[in-house]
């Protein structure tokens, strides 16, 4: 399917009318393809996402009300408030930041706001990308490894669990109430349940903190530990269906748009340059006749994951995003929203 085919199918079909009612309708600021029509790796199968960003309605921001986020999961569609994706963007979620890194083409509807947040993107660029990227990336690998004859062990798993964790915890500076360094302690050690050999423990020295920054860091990290729980229920289903080689693709695309961030300060969510590679690693080229990643495949994992060490240490990008002018942003934003409101009245 074409980009003019979507465009018109969002825009006249009966399946997309809810993005003209509230609390999206006149507040949309920018509608954009999302996953395998994204990347540019989408087949005549692939899934349609959608993704947009709405301002809040001036009532609403009067009001300190409003919407977070609306999910149509009949038709793959996410459309983000102004203020829940600027937070998503400032830790430089994956899933989220990829959407102010397609090509022009690639935006269904953007008006002079969306163009905005687009053109403003390096203000959310931080070393937070490293952790962030770093954290899918690891969560990926352990399905695909998982999934491999090359099976994991549990003590192998708990410390993918781990890695993600602190990955997650690398963005508390920013969300919740300062902790020394040695105030919260995860660590590895033999397990006291009888079905784990290891398991992760945690030391916790905190006082006169908040509750409940306390309760969001806590339900972060339970979050996670209930996303790999999952995974190999995800895991026997992917291979099922064959699809395992779609996540060896999408671990790649993970590296490769962390190294645009970290090297030149850039998102970029369309790989023209690197499609045959992960057209490739998509149709089965690094499956053995066995369905399982070959040895030729970990070799390029293990070169990714070596030049992510590398960039980690020598990225010019600051260590948090730069705050002050995103507030002054969603600050502008909110103003024009409310004073043409009431120009128009």
Not at 125 to 145: D, E, M, T
Request: with cysteine; proline share 3%; hydrophobic share 35%.
């Amino acid at each position: 399917m074409t980009i003019e085919d979507i465009s018109k199918m969002v825009f006249t079909s009966e399946d997309y009318a809810f993005l003209k009612r509230d609390p999206l309708g006149d507040n949309v600021a920018l509608i954009g393809l999302g996953g395998s029509y994204a990347y540019g790796t989408n087949t005549e199968t692939s899934d349609i996402d959608i993704r947009g960003v709405a301002t809040h309605s001036p009532e609403d921001i009067l009001t300190r009300k409003g919407f977070e986020q609306v999910v149509n999961e009949a038709t793959d569609t996410t459309v983000y408030s102004l203020e829940k994706i600027i937070n998503l963007l400032s830790n430089c979620n994956p899933n989220v930041i990829e959407i102010l890194g397609l090509e022009p083409w690639q935006y269904i509807y953007i008006n002079s706001i969306g163009q905005a947040l687009v053109d403003n993107a390096d203000m959310f660029l931080s070393k937070r990308a490293v952790h962030s990227f770093g954290g899918y990336a690891s969560q990926q690998l352990w399905r695909i490894r998982n999934l491999s004859v090359r099976y994991v062990g549990q003590e192998e798993q708990e410390r993918h669990v781990l890695e993600s964790i602190k990955n997650a915890q690398y963005s508390y500076p920013g969300k919740y109430f300062s902790f020394s360094d040695d105030s919260i302690r995860l660590y590895l050690d033999n397990a006291i349940q009888d079905e784990y050999e290891k398991e992760i423990f945690m030391d916790i020295h905190l006082t006169h903190y908040p509750l409940r920054d306390y309760k969001s860091m806590w339900n972060d990290m339970k979050s996670i530990v209930k996303d790999y729980s999952k995974v190999g229920r995800r895991n026997k289903r992917a291979i099922d269906k064959d699809k395992l080689n779609k996540h060896m693709m999408h671990l790649v695309r993970l590296y490769l748009m962390c190294f645009d961030i970290l090297e030149n300060g850039k998102i970029v969510t369309y790989r023209e340059k690197e499609h045959d590679l992960l057209t490739e690693i998509r149709n089965g080229k690094y499956l053995d006749s066995n369905k399982q990643p070959t040895a030729e495949f970990y070799d390029i994992v293990d070169e990714l994951e070596g030049r992510l060490e590398y960039w980690k240490e020598h990225t010019e990008l600051p260590p948090n995003p730069d705050y002050k002018r995103i507030n002054k942003f969603l600050e502008e934003v909110n103003y024009d929203v409310i004073k043409r409101r009431y120009r128009k009245d």
